[in-house]
């Protein structure tokens, strides 16, 4: 969680304790043995960082409670704006290119003029910002859906991809090309192939100007 999602999780949860700045949740798994082994190597990573010491629960109860922060984003993020929708970008980059991915969408998001907190399961490389607009502004929705488009370029010139997890539908389209190159045509053959009628969830993923012809 970047540091204006976790302010807003601090506030909307109630989380005592916890401070307003940019924040990593770990789990550990293993025997009794093999998780202090892990947690001694992250304390020792993230000293070396400038990290702060770790606050870490073993009972489940303390456990849930420190997650909690992460599992309440959405509604946590909605809230530093009321009345306003949102667009959850789905940027995936390799790890290495995380962090300098991560600060071009907050300055970008800054540029914009727009409230855009960030949230991620970065172990993979995977990081979302939640991008909120006022829904009769149709001027800041514009911009707000300019920004999504970014986000997954700058993903892009970073090797990664424009969707993560959350699949292409619609609004992606327009960057599968910029993705996939020639590879469309393949996609498309192959569509064209098994749904010759274009039955099959027809008018999703691949761009409109695509040839489908069987």
Known sequence: LDRLQMGASIRHSKLEGLEERETLFLEFHGSPRAVDEQIALVREICASFGGDELKWALEQEARTKLWTARH??????????????????????????????????????????????IVGHVGDGNFHMLVLYEPSDPAQRARAEALTDQIARIALAHGGTATGEHGVGLHKRNLMREEHGAAIEVMAALKAALDPSNIMNPGKILPDETDLTP
């Open 72 to 117: 309440n984003a959405y509604w946590a993020a909605r809230s530093l704006r009321s009345g306003c929708e949102s667009f959850a970008t789905d940027a995936c980059v390799p790890i290495s290119s995380l962090p300098t991915c991560i600060l071009e969408a907050q300055r970008a998001a800054e540029a914009a003029g727009l409230t855009a907190p």
